[in-house]
């Protein structure tokens, strides 16, 4: 794929905030990056910013969708720069389903903890445990992954495995700390308790060597608990995601997206929230999964981890 010049990259995030401004709450729209247009499922070299929607009509049903909900109507001639319109809606990619009897390796107890093994809130869910951070302030070892897999009030229970994976009071391996939902980061931290060691791995990948900014191109793997090591190429960043919490429309910021290296490959599934995407060359965190897409193409979402952990005010530990 192509690079793009400086002022060319800042000239489509200008156009992407005033994208979102006018947009980003449309019901259609699913989310709103700066990335490479795609053509009849082929990724192009042409920058543009991309409207992410849930339904693309055309000919015909789109002059009648046009005349039924013009309130709904994208308009690119407000946008100055070239646009584009992928389909695809993105669920966040938690399990909020009953214990499964026989869960994979991932969803065993671990009795060394390290990133890419199943983990929730005491509440009845799965998700992925990202990884080990160090609060900066106090150097107290903590678990990050999403809110949406720890969330809860602040001293919360934290399961591993996962509570539908099995895991039960006397597999309670951290308490809530904090969360910065309300800065528009999906991110939360759980203060270790100490019952179980840790180390700087992620399962089957490798352990992290630190922290990385996603770019264009950056080639990426990840360990998660519902689809085990993928790996995939950015092909779109600087991304907003509409979402609601609190009974009110919030935005997630900093989110990139990740699509396969080939064309049937696979990058997520749901179990994977919480999960660190690594530059795959570096092993450095680029990035938190929190959601994804099957149809019409597979996707996954992150958000950017260098704001992740400055919003956290946490830090990577460094191990020999």
Request: aromatic letters at 10%; hydrophobic letters at 40%; one cysteine or more.
């Amino acid at each position: 794929m192509g690079t793009v010049q400086l002022e060319t990259l800042r000239a489509a995030c200008q156009a992407r905030d005033l994208a979102a401004a006018y947009y980003l709450l449309n019901p259609r729209v699913t989310l709103i990056d700066v990335g490479w247009r795609i053509q009849e499922g082929e990724i192009t070299e042409e920058l543009a910013v991309r409207f992410h929607v849930r339904d693309k009509p055309t000919g015909f049903q789109f002059e009648a969708f046009s005349e039924q909900n013009p309130d709904l109507v994208i308009d690119p001639d407000k946008i100055p720069f070239p646009v584009d319109f992928p389909q695809a809606v993105y669920p966040l990619h938690w399990y909020p389903y009953p214990y499964r009897a026989q869960p994979p390796p991932r969803g065993y107890v671990f009795e060394t903890l390290r990133g890419g093994i199943s983990i929730s809130n005491e509440y009845g869910t799965y998700g992925t445990l990202g990884g080990i951070v160090r609060d900066r302030d106090t150097d107290e070892d903590m678990v990050l992954s999403n809110w949406h897999v720890l969330g809860g009030e602040k001293g919360v229970r934290i399961y591993q495995p996962g509570s539908a994976d099995g895991g039960q009071f006397e597999h309670t391996i951290a308490f809530l700390e904090r969360h910065v939902m309300d800065r528009g980061i999906d991110a939360a931290v759980a203060k270790l308790s100490a019952t179980r060691p840790w180390i700087n791995d992620q399962f089957e990948v490798a352990p992290v060597s630190g922290v990385v900014a996603p770019s264009l191109n950056m080639r990426v793997v990840k360990s998660g608990r519902g689809s085990g090591v993928t790996k995939g190429v950015i092909d779109g960043f600087e991304g907003e995601y509409p979402i609601e919490y609190g009974g009110l429309p919030r935005k997630i910021k900093h989110v990139f997206r990740i699509v396969p290296v080939t064309k049937m490959g696979e990058v997520s599934r749901p179990g994977d929230s919480g999960s660190w995407w690594l530059e795959k060359d570096s092993n450095k965190t680029a990035g938190l999964h929190f959601a994804g897409s099957d149809y019409p193409e597979e996707a996954a979402l992150a958000i950017a981890m260098p704001q992740v952990l400055e919003a956290l005010n946490v830090r990577i530990p460094v191990t020999a």
